[in-house]
């Protein structure tokens, strides 16, 4: 009888846990123009997209230079809304907000801008009040690979306990993968993982190597 009036409870509980959605930025919300240069000796070797910054490793002797990736003019001038991820966010957006548990996030590799609300502007200019979204930047957290990085902020709202169910829309298998990994951590927590293409269909991601049509 106890064991039956326990799993109630647990039910409960998680059903009244939110549920957490996450974006990334270049090439799921937005195609971006940006790049990370790679310099040598004081000359940039070559430069990088957002899907090759994602899984390059620097060779002996580079280091990376952001500064087109900080600067939030080019971001606001050439960045355009991939049009039907950008509706999936606002429609998400607005279902979230009647949620008190519930929250929805934008996690991007890249660091802080040189203009903060030229940055957000962007977002306002196309509809998406990102005044009630939470952009964290993985770019601040130093070492390890973008991937990485992502999964250490993802890890930190999930060890709060708030969330029962959590989503990731992102362009990288490898930040992908990494998302799904912290499922061996976060047994109680349902995990969806969306891999989003260069035309902004979605396909479901059960596994880095298991793709199916949604």
């Not at 000796?41 to 997209?49: A, P, Q």
């Not at 903060?116 to 009040?129: N, P």
């Amino acid at each position: 009888m106890n064991r039956l009036k326990d799993f109630k409870i647990y039910l409960k509980e998680n059903k009244d846990k939110g549920g957490l959605t996450i974006f990334d930025i270049d090439e799921t919300l937005m195609h971006t123009t940006a790049k990370v240069g790679v310099v040598k000796n004081g000359k940039t070797v070559r430069e990088l997209n957002n899907q090759e910054y994602n899984t390059y490793r620097l060779k002996p002797g580079e280091e990376y230079d952001y500064r087109q990736f900080r600067n939030a003019k080019k971001f606001r001038d050439e960045s355009k809304p991939i049009k039907n991820m950008f509706e999936k966010a606002k429609a998400i957006l607005r279902n979230v907000v009647r949620k008190p548990n519930s929250k929805m996030i934008i996690v991007t590799a890249r660091n802080d801008f040189d203009d903060k609300e030229v940055f957000l502007d962007t977002f306002r200019k196309h509809g998406l009040d990102i005044d009630k979204v939470r952009v964290e930047r993985a770019g601040k957290i130093p070492g390890y690979s973008p991937a990485v990085k992502k999964a250490i902020i993802i890890n930190n709202y999930l060890a709060t306990g708030q969330f029962g169910r959590v989503r990731l829309f992102d362009d990288a298998l490898d930040n992908l993968r990494e998302f799904l990994k912290l499922q061996r951590k976060f047994k109680d927590v349902k995990f969806e993982a969306y891999f989003v293409t260069k035309d902004g269909t979605i396909r479901t991601v059960k596994w880095v190597i298991y793709i199916v049509h949604t």
